[in-house]
């Protein structure tokens, strides 16, 4: 069946299984930046996601090691947020400042938990981005499109979805920030993290990465590929020694 369907425990062992599945059961679809991709639907179920290791050093397509957490940093503070006149959104301003089109603004992830707080077991608590009067006609409309929310059993469950999701250079970076936003909620709450799901419409590798992407996949297939998996502790030391 052309669909990628993971069951894991923790981040890098998702992700890793994706790109295996994805591998073996994506078609090859045309795409708006002539060129080909691999595709398939995804959806990733991540039982644990605060445990440990929890970081895929080869999931770090950020230029630099603490890219990543910079990206944290732009998608639950919203560090970048003054850049949304340029590049157009980013997940922090729309979640946390969804602006309609007669000026209202609406905090969506405070709305989220004040409902969580109320009503745990709610399945009202969700934040969308999507902003139909303008993402039909701009040219990168977001790729997160909806957060869902559930206390169950005394931990905050999270479903993500997307429209699109680079599977190799984008999909860890967001699984990581989103779960980091995950956890923020939960505090907010005073919940622990619980099950993470992460669902794509399309989950894919363009063309230009199938070279690295089939030698990675056959690399995780050979199990060589666990030395690039860290904790989070051992990831804030690389980083500490990089700035010396
Ligand atoms: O948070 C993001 C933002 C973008 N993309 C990728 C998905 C697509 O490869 C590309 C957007 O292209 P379209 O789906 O808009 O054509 O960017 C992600 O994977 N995650």
């Known amino acids: 069946m052309s669909v990628v369907f993971v069951y894991a425990k923790s981040l890098?062992?998702?992700?890793?299984?994706?790109?295996?599945e994805l591998a073996k059961n994506g078609v090859v679809i045309d795409t708006e930046?002539?060129?080909?991709?691999?595709?398939?639907?995804a959806f990733i179920v991540v039982e644990e996601p605060f445990s440990?290791?929890?970081?895929?050093?080869?999931?770090?397509?950020?230029?630099?090691?603490?890219g990543l957490l910079e990206y944290v940093d732009e998608v639950v503070k919203g560090v970048h947020d003054h850049l949304v006149e340029k590049f157009g959104y980013t997940y922090h301003e729309r979640l946390f400042s969804y602006r309609l089109p007669n000026g209202v603004i609406v905090n969506q992830i405070e709305k989220v938990i004040e409902?969580?707080?109320?009503?745990?077991?709610?399945?009202?608590?969700?934040?969308?981005?999507?902003?139909?009067?303008?993402?039909?006609?701009?040219?990168?409309?977001?790729?997160l499109q909806r957060m869902w929310f559930r206390v169950v059993n005394n931990k905050l469950v999270m479903h993500v979805h997307m429209r699109s999701n680079d599977a190799l250079k984008a999909a860890y970076?967001?699984?990581?920030?989103?779960?980091?936003?995950?956890?923020?909620?939960?505090?907010?709450?005073?919940?622990?993290?619980?099950?993470?799901?992460?669902?794509a419409d399309s989950y894919h590798v363009y063309e230009r990465d199938w070279k690295w992407f089939n030698a990675f996949v056959e690399q995780i297939e050979r199990g060589e590929t666990r030395s690039r998996w860290k904790s989070t502790a051992e990831y804030m030391k690389m980083i500490q020694l990089l700035k010396q």
């Open 33 to 41: 930046y002539n060129e080909k991709s691999i595709d398939a639907p």
């Open 115 to 143: 409902k969580l707080k109320k009503v745990p077991y709610t399945r009202r608590a969700q934040a969308i981005t999507w902003q139909p009067w303008k993402d039909l006609e701009t040219e990168h409309p977001p790729c």
């Open 173 to 199: 970076m967001n699984m990581y920030a989103f779960t980091e936003l995950q956890k923020y909620v939960a505090e907010s709450i005073g919940v622990d993290v619980g099950r993470y799901i992460h669902v």
């Open 52 to 66: 440990e290791p929890r970081i895929h050093l080869k999931g770090i397509v950020a230029g630099s090691l603490k």
């Open 12 to 20: 890098p062992e998702a992700w890793e299984k994706s790109l295996v």
